[in-house]
């Protein structure tokens, strides 16, 4: 997804292909915080939080690109 995003931003910039670069790009970092808390050597509660957060954050993005 991140991929085609970023290609899409840079074959056909416009707003809708910003917004959702950005929010694919929250995507990936929070999947990658929730692999690193998972299989980290602790759990920790506050990168539980930035997790949700991205998560949150970066399907919020995606689905408001459809509006642009």
């Not at 991929?3 to 959702?20: E, G, K, R, Y």
């Not at 670069?21 to 930035?50: H, M, Y």
């Given at each position: 997804m ?7 931003l ?11 670069a950005l ?9 990658i915080?929730?692999?690193l ?11 539980r ?12 993005l ?7």
């Amino acid at each position: 997804m991140n991929c085609v995003a970023i290609s899409n931003l840079i074959t056909a910039p416009s707003t809708f292909t910003a917004i959702f670069a950005l929010g694919a790009a929250l995507f990936l970092i929070s999947d990658i915080v929730l692999i690193l808390n998972t299989f980290g050597p602790e759990s920790k509660f506050s990168l539980r939080i930035t997790n949700l957060s991205l998560y949150y954050l970066g399907q919020l993005l995606i689905a408001l690109s459809l509006l642009s």
